[in-house]
């Protein structure tokens, strides 16, 4: 992408500098001999919804910009997208980033929710406390650069990083609470314990299963299954020397077979005896492929005492395992709206649209819950819908069944008809709040009685997974009210009665969130908000 947009920008002499790729994807037609290029740029949100900077013409000065640059076989599909220059944007892509390059390095040493973000007009500051012990290394080893190379893929922006030197607190309370959840880092709980054989191993173990290749620093753990102490001669000086076998199985049964080599050429014993079938350890070295079964085995360094968390390991592979395998949301949808194939004569009188609905853009949400707000007890999440306005028209869609992991009461079924067995591989609410909240950027908000119920529900589970949650909310039952057509306890259902607008999927998701669409539109017009 990076070599895509260094030829594009030579061709357009820099006009388009602020461009960035998000994707590019190929797809070859034998029988054609054609090959189907889509192309997903990523504009800056301000030059997006600005009409003289970003419209039908320039987007043709762009498109033929890029094909230009390509065979005449290839057929162009091209898509673009928006991205708002705001903290909370910018500090989610340094966290996904540590934790896609960094994440063994940052560990425990660093958490995402301290990264303070500046920005003034087109500077980013970025601030990122980390742990002392790793201070220097972030200095000093392009952790910095790397980052900044990153950011500069995402926004047109001047990047600058500044790592924090702090001694992060030990408390358990304290990690709990700043811990990045559900992060499939591959990773073994386990408590340290002293050496056995050679150093301190500071990295943390990874599951044997993750081993897919020779690697020169691996460090696993599990409990002993097998030892054996035995000799070889050397051919290099014909002297008896001593290594022993070790398997060990870690908490997801999986085994790695080790080898370890005394150094000692006259070494008759080691501190490698004191080890015993059964004995939890963790070990560091080489991994390397088998040249007779073609299995990995690995050469140990060092070997330590420690204590694993088995149970919860376990926990967590299995948690993780479904998490993936749920993963999957929708992506949002084109709405095709009654009106679209409508051609106006001069006969005809084209619908009002406010100067509110003209410049601004509106995501119209919706939730199905386990139950209601008690006693400031927020309920399950089991369903999202959402439809986007743009210039007073419903562009479109973004909806998910969502698995609260609990039983859905009766009650909760019996009004929006949502059973356990329909969420059963629905993704859960972490996996679902990101991907709306995306869908939502950048817009203001608007539900029935969001204020009270949607809203605090939404804000709860975004602040709960590390994002924040910014966003201008309407209601349009407040709206109603000041409209005089409702009072403050009027039901969705009678104020699409008063309006004329018919829900045909009352209490599921998306279907009240298309009827509050329409009846947003109907009052905003109706008092012709500024």
């Known amino acids: 992408m990076d070599k895509f947009l260094t030829e594009f920008n030579k061709v357009t002499e820099n006009k388009f500098s602020y461009l960035r790729v998000d994707d590019i994807k190929t797809q070859k037609n034998e029988e054609t001999k054609t090959v189907s290029l889509t192309i997903t740029f990523v504009v800056p949100y301000e030059i997006y919804n600005d009409p003289e900077k970003f419209n039908n013409d320039i987007k043709a000065e762009i498109e033929n910009a890029v094909i230009s640059m390509f065979p005449s076989n290839v057929v162009f599909h091209f898509k673009y997208d928006k991205i708002q220059l705001i903290p909370q944007v910018v500090t989610r892509l340094v966290s996904d980033y540590i934790r896609e390059k960094y994440l063994k390095l940052f560990d425990g040493k660093y958490f995402a929710k301290d990264i303070a973000v500046s920005i003034n007009g087109d500077v980013v500051q970025i601030t990122i406390p980390v742990d002392e012990t790793i201070y220097y290394y972030c200095q000093n080893k392009g952790v910095g650069e790397s980052l900044i190379e990153y950011l500069d893929s995402k926004y047109s922006a ?81 002297k008896s020397r001593l290594f022993y076998i070790i398997d060990i199985k870690d908490p997801l049964d999986c085994v790695m077979h080790c080898l370890y080599f005394v150094k000692r050429a006259t070494a008759t014993k080691s501190q490698a005896d004191k080890l015993k079938a059964g004995q939890s350890i963790v070990v560091n070295g080489e991994i390397v492929q088998s040249n007779f079964n073609n299995s990995l085995n690995m050469f140990i360094r060092n070997i330590s ?43 005809d009188e084209v619908p009002y649209i406010c100067p509110m609905l003209r ?75 990101g991907p709306f909240l995306k869908f939502a950027l950048g817009t203001t908000l608007v539900g029935h009685n969001a204020v009270n119920f949607d809203a605090k529900i939404v804000e709860y589970y975004a602040k709960e997974n590390g994002y924040s949650f910014e966003y201008p909310i309407m209601d349009t039952l407040k709206l109603a009210i000041d409209a005089g057509v409702s009072n403050k306890y009027m039901s969705l259902d009678k104020l699409c009665k008063h309006y004329g607008v018919e829900n045909e999927q009352a209490h599921r998701a998306l279907g009240d969130v298309i009827a509050t669409a329409k009846v947003f539109i109907k009052l905003a017009n109706q008092m012709k908000m500024e």
């Open 359 to 433: 410049d601004k853009e509106f995501t119209v949400f919706d939730l199905e819950t386990t139950g209601l707000i008690v006693g400031g007890k927020i309920p399950k999440i089991v369903e999202i819908g959402a439809a986007k306005i743009v210039n007073g028209e419903i562009v479109s869609t973004f909806e998910t069944l969502v698995d609260p992991q609990e039983h859905i009461p009766e009650g909760a079924s019996n009004v929006n008809k949502i059973y356990d067995n329909m969420v059963e591989s629905a993704p859960i609410i972490d996996d679902a709040i």
């Open 158 to 238: 001047k990047n600058f990083i500044k790592f924090k030197s702090i001694k992060m607190p030990e408390t358990e309370e304290f990690k709990l609470n700043h811990a990045t959840k559900y992060v499939d880092d591959g990773l073994i709980l386990y408590k340290r314990g002293l050496p056995v054989v050679g150093t301190y191993i500071a990295d943390p173990p990874m599951a044997v299963n993750r081993f897919k290749k020779p690697v020169l620093e691996a460090t696993t753990c599990g409990y002993i299954i097998n030892i054996e102490k035995k000799t070889y001669n050397s051919k290099k000086d014909n």
């Open 305 to 347: 005492n420690c204590e694993i968390d088995m149970e919860g390991t376990k926990n967590k592979f299995a948690f993780l395992k479904k998490l993936t395998q749920k993963a999957n949301i929708p992506e949002p949808k084109l709405y095709k709206n009654e009106d679209d194939n409508k051609q106006y004569t001069l006969f």
